[in-house]
C-alpha cells in the first residue's frame, strides 16, 4: 500500500525557515517523481514543487521560487521541502504528492498533510 | 502561464441528482486534465485523469469528458458520499494549475 507521511510543519514567524519531511512507502521511491502542493485555509489547491526520481531536476511554481528548495534522499525514501523567507502567503497545508507517470502529471497518491502557520 | 477556471463556484444539489462540472483552460491542453474530489480536513483523491479515464476504484457514476480548453466532470445519480469540492487541474506544461474549486452541496 502507498503511503506518504509528512511531518514538520508548525507555527513559524515572518521571514522564518522550516523543512518538511515526507516519508514514502509501499512503491519503489526511486523510480518516481515527487512533488509539493499545497492549500491555504479555505482556499484552493496550489502546486509548489516536483523533482525528478535523481534529483537532477526540479520545477517550482512562482509564488515559491529562489526561497523553497525541493530535495530527495532515495535511500531514506524521503522527500523534503526547505522554505525559507517565509511570509504570512505561506500558511497553508502543505501535501507530499506523487505524479503518476512522468514529470509534468497528475498525482495520483496524496499524503494527509502537514499544517504550516506564519504568523508573529 | 495556462489558468484553469471552473464553473460553477458551488453547487447545490439533491441527492440523485446528474451534476455536471466544466473546466475551462486559457489555451489548449490537449487530454492533459485530471479531475480530484476533496472532504473538509482530507487530502484530494484523484477520480479522472488523462481527461476521461476513470482510476482504480472509482465508481462509475464519475464520468469525464472534453479535450482542447473545455472539460467536464458529470456525476449521474448524486450519492450522499459525494458531496464534496472537486477541483480540475491542467498537467499539459508547468506549472501545472488547479481549478479554483467547485463545492458540491446539499440541496
Known amino acids: 500500500e502507498v503511503q506518504l507521511v509528512e511531518s514538520g510543519g508548525g507555527l513559524v514567524q515572518p521571514g522564518g525557515s522550516l523543512r518538511l519531511s515526507c516519508a514514502a512507502s509501499g512503491f519503489s521511491f526511486s523510480s518516481y517523481w515527487m512533488g509539493w502542493v499545497r492549500q491555504a485555509p479555505g482556499k484552493g489547491l496550489e502546486w509548489v514543487a516536483n523533482i525528478k526520481q535523481d534529483g537532477s531536476e526540479k520545477y517550482y511554481g512562482d509564488s515559491v521560487k529562489g526561497r523553497f528548495t525541493i530535495s530527495r534522499d532515495n535511500a531514506d525514501n524521503s522527500l523534503y521541502l526547505e522554505m525559507n523567507s517565509l511570509g504570512v502567503d505561506d500558511t497553508a497545508v502543505y501535501y507530499c504528492a506523487r505524479p503518476s507517470f512522468s514529470s509534468g502529471s497528475y498525482f495520483d497518491y496524496w499524503g494527509q498533510g502537514t499544517l504550516v502557520p506564519v504568523s508573529s | 502561464d495556462i489558468q484553469m477556471t471552473q464553473s460553477p463556484s458551488t453547487l447545490s444539489a439533491s441527492v440523485g441528482d446528474r451534476v455536471t462540472i466544466t473546466c475551462r483552460a486559457s489555451?489548449?491542453?490537449?487530454?492533459?486534465l485530471a479531475w480530484y474530489q476533496q472532504k473538509p480536513g482530507k487530502a484530494p483523491k484523484l477520480l479522472i485523469y488523462?481527461?476521461?479515464s476513470l482510476d482504480s476504484g472509482v465508481p462509475s457514476r464519475f464520468s469525464g469528458s472534453g479535450s482542447g480548453t473545455e472539460f467536464t466532470l458529470t456525476i449521474t445519480s448524486l450519492q450522499p458520499d459525494d458531496f464534496a469540492t472537486y477541483y480540475c487541474?491542467?498537467?499539459?506544461?508547468?506549472?501545472?494549475?488547479f481549478g479554483q474549486g467547485t463545492k458540491v452541496e446539499i440541496k
Open positions: 489555451q489548449s491542453i490537449s487530454s492533459s
Open positions: 487541474q491542467h498537467y499539459y506544461a508547468y506549472p501545472c494549475t
Open positions: 488523462k481527461a476521461s
